[in-house]
Each structure stands twice: as C-alpha cells, then as structure tokens.
C-alpha cells in the first residue's frame, strides 16, 4: 500500500491502541486518535504532525464532535472488562450505537474491530457484549472488518500479568476447575500485525475472523508451559469446590488484578475460547507465534525496560472516579495540607530523575515497609493496593499508574510530578512533586492534599497525622539525598 491514509483510532489509550499507533505512524498514516480524556494522551506522540486529537465519550452526547470527513479507515477498539456497572451491556451498545453515527457520516472505507472468539453457545455476558457490538458495527454504511481474539499474550497485558503473578508466587496452586478450559491464546505482535496487515484489504471487507495462535492450551497447561519457560517447578491441583465468587477474590489476592476485572475473567473463563480455521494469516504473510515465544518476547521487553502499554493503566485497573480531567486542579479550600520544602543538596537533574523513579521496584524512599502495609489494608478493603507497581522504569506518562496512585501531570521540562489516590479513602488525595526557585536556590516542594468526605474523613486524617508527618518528610529528604 503506498497511498498514506487519513486513520481514525479509537481506544488509544488503550492496552492494544497504544501499541497500534507507533506501527500507523511509521507507516507514514495520518492518525487521529479519538480520546476520553486527552490528558491521558502520550506526551511522546502528543506533538507528532501526523497526530492529532479528539476528545469524546461515546457515552454522553456527541451532536457537537466531528470526525473529518476525509477519513480513510476507522479502528474501534472501545470495550469495557468491568463488571462494576450491572448495565454495562446497554453502555457498551450506546457507544458503539454513537461512534457509528459519526462514522456514517464520513466517506470511510472501512471499520476494524477486535472483538472476542465467541463460538459457544453459552457466553459470558462480556462475550455476549462484544458480540452485540460486531453485530451494531455491521449495521453501519461503512464496511465492517472484525477481528476476534481470545487471550492475548505481551508484556503488560491483564492475562500475562495475572499468569506472572500465579507462577512467580505460587510453587503449589489449589485452582478452580476452569483451569482445565480450552483456549487459543495469541501473541500481541500478531494482534497488531493482522490489526495493520488488514487495512482496505477489499477481501475483508464485510467479514469476521478468527485470530488465535498456533497453540490450543487449557489455562493449566498455559500456566505449566509459562513456568517451564521460566525455569520454575510448579504443580496444580484443580478442585470443583471454588465458586466463581470464591474464585474471583482467589485471583483478586494473588494477583494484582482488580475485583471487577478478575469477576470478569473468571466468568469469561469459563467459556472455551477456541478460534474457527481461516487462512487470513497465510494471506497476510503473519507467522503466528507459539505460545511460549510469545511469553519469551514479553519477558524481554521487560528485561529491556520497554514495555509500552499495560492493562493496570487503563482505567479498569482503578476503582474510583476514572475522569481525570476533574482531579487535574488541586484544591485548597477545605483541605488538609502537608507540605515540604527541601532545598536541594545536589545536582536538580539527579533530583528529578529520582522523583521519576518513584514507585514500582524503587518504592517510596521512606517507609516501604509503612507503604506495603498500607497497600495490603488498601487491598483488603477491596482497593487496587500496591501491586500495580508502575508500567515502565525509565518514563512516567500522564495517566499511568504508580503503586496505588494515578499520573495527573507529567510534565519534566516543568519539572513537576501530580499524582491523585487511587486507593480507599474516605476523601480524595493527591500528591504534588515540584522543583522550584526560591531567593536564588532551588527546592524540592512536595506537598500531599487531602480533602475529607464527611467526619470519617476528618478523623482519618487526624489518626494518620502522625504517620504523615515522619514519612513524608523522610521521603522528601531522601528523594533529594538520594544517589545511585
């Protein structure tokens, strides 16, 4: 294909669309990205030329947002893995049902979409769903090219990460029976090479594919094979006694899964997700991947520190407001403040690159073992606590997550860090990282706002006063102390 498209992309920042745009970009397309909440838009791509941005959500009205009506191809790739709203069926057919009546209006040539392998009789009501959007994209004016997979596998995916979890900390797993469920997992370099490889290819237009790789595993010889790949010795026992309910908070604890997502996944598991035989592979020159190919790539993009998207950023991985555009402006009224100033004792450069590392494997500066106790209380009550950890070592975007807390502003020229809480809180926080001039000499500001909801929160925060006051000046001090 040598004419360069005009490329509408929603889900962007998505686990799939985040790494789908690179590959648009270099291959000189125009992409603009449809957006919930461009704040949470990579600063990497935000200022390419050929990237622009639309803010919408499909979900409220739409009667003022225009999609250019040049547009080529158009990716939808909105879908939701939360069981927390009970009528998430209906907001799923809503989006879709909005999206299709701007794309009508355009003179695109085709509609990708990646949907879920649902070829059971019985389905999960997330399958269902998906399969109800495939079915409202088609009955649009612009051709539907629909693409369904089941488990994807890459570094950062909710799948791999969760697997990780089971094998790397369990040597003996007592595991529901679903364990013993066929699936046909595919790895996430050929999700994208078929998300690509099909562009206005004409012999797809109006069809459904199934795209699975070369393996048919059941999720025990899936977790068997990932240990084997990882050099550990596990056994599994499956037992019929766990119910799905006892089954999601068995996935919840373990893993660092939300409870909504592991409700989700265990329903969906339940369900044998095996591909139908097509050739569209062979037409696209794609060489599925094994399964455990797939898990070695993963792992070196991890050993690399190069891992693009992950699951635990998406907004399903947290369990409060999910709008950050209304969490940006810090409030002052009504508010407890505690606030740090640190005049810096080295160089600034090595002081910002310490407050970019924070969080993950680096931790908090002061207080791990403080910090890890409060995560796990954060967890028991059904928050995200601690092991989200952070997607990359060397970057921090906007919208990512660190531990329990959200990226709000990232912004390194300014030289300010914003995070906002996302664990359960009887209030709201955030946590505000700046380095600033003062009379000639540069200082560490760090100040953490938090505004109580109620009397609850008000005695939380005197109960916890004490704890803040050592461990945030601690952690300022050594953020500004702390060397290589």
């Known amino acids: 294909m040598t004419r360069k498209l005009k490329i509408l992309l929603t889900g962007a920042n998505g686990y799939i669309g985040k790494r789908l745009l690179p590959v648009l970009i270099d291959q000189g397309h125009q992409v603009v990205c449809c957006l919930r909440d461009t704040n949470r838009f990579s600063s990497h791509y935000r200022e390419h030329p050929n990237v622009s941005l639309i803010q919408v959500d499909f979900l409220k009205s739409c009667k003022d947002i225009k999609f250019p009506e040049d ?10 893995m939360s069981d927390k709203n009970s009528e998430f069926e209906k907001m799923e057919a809503k989006s879709a049902e909005s999206f299709l009546t701007l794309l009508n209006k355009t003179k695109a040539r085709q509609l990708i979409y990646l949907g879920g392998i649902a070829n059971q009789e019985k389905l999960s009501r997330h399958l269902s769903s ?9 009955g649009g004016t612009v051709p539907l090219t629909s693409l369904n ?12 990460e969760i697997i990780r979890d089971l094998v790397e900390k369990l040597p003996v797993m007592i595991a529901p029976k679903w ?21 206005l290819k004409a012999d797809t237009f109006g069809k459904s594919y199934d795209i699975g790789g070369p393996d048919v595993l059941s999720y025990k010889e899936m977790l068997l094979q ?9 056994k599994i026992f499956t037992v019929p006694a766990l119910t799905p309910r006892l089954s999601s908070y068995w996935l919840y604890f373990i893993t660092n899964t939300s409870y909504n997502l592991a409700v989700n996944l265990v329903n969906s598991m339940k369900v044998e997700v095996v591909a139908r035989q097509n050739n569209l592979h062979i037409d696209l020159g794609i060489r599925l991947l094994t399964y455990k190919e797939a898990v070695n790539m993963a792992f070196q993009k991890i050993e690399q520190r190069n891992v693009v998207s992950s699951w635990k950023d998406s907004i399903i991985s947290s369990a409060g407001n999910s709008n950050l555009l209304m969490n940006i402006k810090v409030p002052e009224n ?5 606030r740090v100033e640190i005049p810096l004792l080295q160089d600034s450069e090595r002081v910002l690159e310490n407050i970019w590392s924070i ?14 106790i409060r995560g796990f209380i954060d967890k028991l009550a059904g928050g995200v606590g601690l092991r989200r950890g952070r997607t990359n070592e060397n970057s921090i975007n906007e919208g990512d997550t660190l531990d329990f807390w959200r990226v709000l502003v990232a912004n390194k020229i300014g030289r300010r860090l914003l995070l906002f809480a996302e664990m359960k809180l009887p209030g709201e926080a955030w946590l505000d990282f700046q380095l600033l001039k003062k009379n000639n000499m540069e200082y560490l500001i760090q100040t953490a706002t938090f505004r109580p909801k109620g009397l609850a929160g008000r005695i939380y925060w005197y109960l916890m006063l004490p704890f803040h006051t050592f461990i945030f000046k601690g952690m300022a001090s050594n953020i500004v102390r702390y060397s290589k």
Do not use: M
Request: charged share 20%.
């Open 149 to 160: 997979a089941g488990i994807i596998v890459g570094s950062g995916s909710s799948s791999f």
């Open 359 to 372: 969080g993950g494997q680096r931790g908090w500066y002061y207080g791990n073992v403080l910090w890890k």
């Open 334 to 338: 009504g508010c407890f403040i505690n």
């Open 226 to 234: 990932f240990a084997e790949v990882r050099k550990l010795k596990r």
């Open 179 to 199: 364990l013993n469920t066929k699936t046909q997992p595919i790895a996430i370099r050929n999700v994208i090479e078929f998300l690509s490889g099909i562009l």
């Open 71 to 80: 547009t080529d191809v158009a990716y939808y790739l909105i879908h939701s």
């Open 130 to 138: 998906r399969k109800n959007v495939e079915q409202i994209l088609r």
